[in-house]
């Protein structure tokens, strides 16, 4: 994936691309424990033009170019761009992110994808089939979201009856807490980290989950 000096992202602190496997949205494991790569990133080499590589895949690239790989799975991934102080064509929706090489594949793909689109049904069958992928796709933006946040839920305030530990969380990467108390992740998440899909590894996290049903509370 190449950056030119001026595609690189327009952030006022900083950026970065993180890296999840699918189907699960989870970190993936990985030999340098790195799980995303960006501006903040120590030991990234850019060109003398200023552009940056980043050579993504689940093989190291060799010695000379581990400093700009980021880790992939071995299947299929979900690749995510953060950006933290957006400059003015990331809020104007005018920025490009550069293709993920080799170009001829992408190509392929979207080639694919696009004769899918425009093919139209020749049969009962075939629209029946495009009803029910269309419920389908439907079900997915507005249910899963709902049935992810109440895991979520579940595996952040039903897993002890305190906030994790410092020890607890460097031992088994998970952060807890009941509910109307603070939980605290005591460093970076990684992959042992799986109660919430594409949590990233930029920034710790503080989360508390509240019950106002019988009161309010004040922070």
């Known amino acids: 994936m190449k950056f030119t000096k001026e595609q690189l992202p327009p952030a006022k602190y900083f950026w970065s691309m993180t890296m999840y496997k699918l189907p699960q949205r989870w970190l993936t494991d990985n030999p340098i424990n790195r799980y995303s790569i960006g501006s903040a990133t120590k030991g990234v080499q850019y060109g003398k033009d200023g552009s940056l590589d980043l050579e993504i895949g689940a093989k190291s690239p060799g010695k000379d170019k581990e400093s700009n790989w980021l880790p992939a799975p071995e299947g299929p991934f979900w690749l995510v761009m953060r950006i933290y102080g957006p400059g003015k064509t990331i809020v104007d929706r005018t920025y490009k992110v550069p293709p ?46 709902m049935v992810v946040m109440q895991g979520s839920r579940d595996a952040m305030t039903k897993g002890g009856d305190a906030p994790v530990t410092p020890d607890e969380f460097n031992k088994t990467g998970k952060f807890f807490a009941p509910v109307n108390q603070v939980a605290n992740a005591w460093g970076m998440l990684g992959p042992k980290f799986s109660a919430v899909q594409s949590g990233n590894s930029d920034t710790q996290y503080s989360v508390t989950w509240f019950d106002s049903s019988e009161e309010p509370y004040i922070l």
Request: proline residues 4%; hydrophobic residues 50%.
């Open 100 to 145: 993920i090489t080799p170009a001829a594949l992408g190509a392929a793909m979207a080639g694919a994808a696009g004769a899918a689109d425009n093919k139209k049904a020749t049969s009962a069958d075939e629209a029946k089939a495009k009803q029910a992928y269309a419920l389908g796709v439907q079900a997915y933006i507005w249910g899963y979201p």
